[in-house]
């Protein structure tokens, strides 16, 4: 499939469009919120605490009378920032074990998928918040804590296409004509490959967003005053009673970037490897 | 599937247990902090400290922790509760209980409802019944555990008032126990008003926990019945004029359950990891809202069993799934990779 024939597709899938939209409006939330925020979101107002939703304070105020709206639109750089990064740290490490163990095979593969399969014994949340209490709450540990998690899942996607591409003749013939296996690997098996690699990887943006706000809702992840969504429900927690607006705009947000990934992804998948769909 | 397979299938299960046995271990040491200057406070003598950590066993070498460890967990002692100075498993048997109420509550819920969205979503494939299904589970996929349940403690509990807020039944209520299982020990004793009161208090934490298993099962069952309704013998149950449910239940849904069992065996796993934070929410005494309780208070030996356990569940539970599949399929013949 040529570059533009995959663009095609992918305006042509409702879900990838729906998804783009999603995702793109909370990117420009992220990239342009200090612009667009109406408040500072760390300026405590005393006099303005939990008040509902009116015209001057669109989605109400906090504890600390600030506006919600703007901690939720600064929260945006921390929620999409957690998703890439904790995304990275699980795709490289997963995806060179992933490519490892499936080349080379033999007790390489039996060391490497064992250890993983160790990995995956625990639930992944136990294991999230086992690591960041280990690391110490912040916001830096919650992304390695979540990165770390989901490690073999990316190493089981790339080992299993792996063990199908390289007996594939292409990759064959490259290894009967001398090729190194470097070579092999990161210019033939790699390159084809990536479309499992993509798909779960945004797929998997949603979850670690989701798992860090997991983290943040235990207090093991952001700490105060950082306008981190799962933590501004925790703080939101103490006042359902009175206010729960406080609680339900962040989880809201969160919401939506989560489906926004996962509306994305799944249109991804439908368009770029129509083997996985479910 | 032979036994051969079922014993390799028991070893492979020790040598990960093996595995999750030597990381928490390696994993809970890396932890910062002494507990025995938790236990003690900031003024407690070095000579008390020392003393505590010789009673605690911490000022042995890691291997000879670790053995110590292993040779006690085998005889089923996971030691004493560094918090509360009482055996870990004393406090752990109950809240497992808590657990496994709510796990299979919520399981139950996940399981019923996601089919049957699943069945109707496949049946009027391309139509309002559909689309709305599929948009559920997506939300449902994405939406934050902890969040859905506090929305539904303020929509139920606070504005309404039609549900408890929290815990597993009324304070004050007295029940002994036998199985753990407030609805199960309320039928034995034939206390119909305890019964009534677990079960209100398990509606919404049962709820909000099978979300997510319930948007996935429904995605799976869309999935697998279309395959499925597909197939030659489902045109010809239909064509020698067989009632349209029959068709859909017995012939579609009954082969289209392989892929669904799987999924609700993995499904488990995510339920055990959701219960941490379910139980959080809503105050439930069971062993993940322990967990975390005592990794926030470097209760090595109480955090080492709770995740032993959870890890053995899990295993237990991926065992089960294969064991049921090749019960349901005599055609898998499970070779072990």
Redesign the interface.
Known sequence: MGRWDMLRDLLKNKNTVLGMVIVGCILFLAVFGPVLAPYDPFLPAPLDRLQLPSREHWLGTDSLGRDILTRIIYGSRISVMIGLVAVTISLVPGTVLGLLAGYFGKTLDAVIMRVMDVLLAFPAILMAVFIAAILGPSLVNTMIAVGIVYIPHYARIVRSSVLLLKEQLFVQSVSHMGGSHGRIIFSHILPNALAPIIVYATLGMGTAVLQAAALGFLGLGAQPPQPEWGAMLSEGRQYLQLAPHVAAFPGLAILLLVLGFNVFGDGLRDVLDPTLRT | MNSSVISRRIV?LI???I??SV?VFL?LR???GDPAQLLLGELASPEELAALRHDLGLDRSLLVQYTIFVKNMLAGDFGISMRTGTPVINEIIPRLAATVELSVAGMVIATVFGILAGILSAVYKNTVVDYTAMLSA??G????????G??L??VFA?HFQVMPMMGRMEMGTEMHAITGLVLVDALIHMDFAVFKDGLRHLVLPAVTLSTIPMAIIA??TR?AMLEVMNQDYIRTARAKGMEESVVILRHALGNAFLPIITVLGINM??L???A??TE??FSWPGLGRY??DS??GRDYNA?QAC?LI??VL??LINLGVDVMYAFLDPRIRVDGD
């Open positions: 492979q040598l990960i247990m595995g999750v990381v994993m890396m932890i910062p997506l939300v996929v994405s939406m934050p555990v902890f969040w859905l506090l929305m403690i303020y606070v995605r799976i999935s796993g995510l055990l990891g959701g941490v934070l959080t929410i967990v975390v990794l926030m955090v995740i959870f890890a899990m295993a």
